[in-house]
């Protein structure tokens, strides 16, 4: 039997190094990453048999959270997605209401959390706002910073502090002039 004179450069499929294979079926440079691969596609098998048992467990948990208006720190936790701390330190805070019903007997309304945890939708941009960036009623991050002798960094910061729409066109910042005039000027 003779061998084969065939060098096909190659890249390893788990160690991703260059070897030549002998022949066009070969995939792995050594017998040893051939066993760590084999072996590694085992534990993510392994890994995803054990999600959709877990998925399984918690969908039938879910929908008995979902019918009770009261719930605990833990089925939060599942329900929501947010850590024990999280809750903990929400509830500390006074921005949850909790009782305590004794020991490891929290409740948390679940209307509460969803108005929480819903996101806030912001409000479309009308004809007063588009009528704001006209040029005579914009500054320049450097025009305000001129005029109310500001550092720029300041005056950037105070724009993000308070929401305040900007629109950029080629290198430059513009702001509407009644709202930096409200912080800087109020009267």
Known sequence: M??????IPK?????????EAKTVSTRFCSKYCSEKQAKRQKNLAKELEEKQSFL???AKKIAQIQTRPYISV??????????KDTIHRLIKSGRIPAHNFGQRLTRVSKLDLESLFTPVESPL????????FVVGNCYTISEVSKKYKANPGTVNNLIRRNKIPTK??????YVPKR?????????
């Open 2 to 7: 003779g061998f084969s004179k065939l060098k």
């Open 179 to 187: 709202y930096i005039d409200e912080i800087f000027d109020p009267k």
């Open 56 to 58: 399984k467990q918690s």
């Open 125 to 132: 941009e009308t004809e007063e706002e588009k009528s704001d």
């Open 168 to 173: 950029q066109v080629g290198s430059f910042v």
């Open 74 to 83: 833990s089925e939060a936790v599942i329900l929501f997605g947010i850590s």
């Open 11 to 19: 890249l390893c499929e788990f160690c991703e190094k260059p070897f």
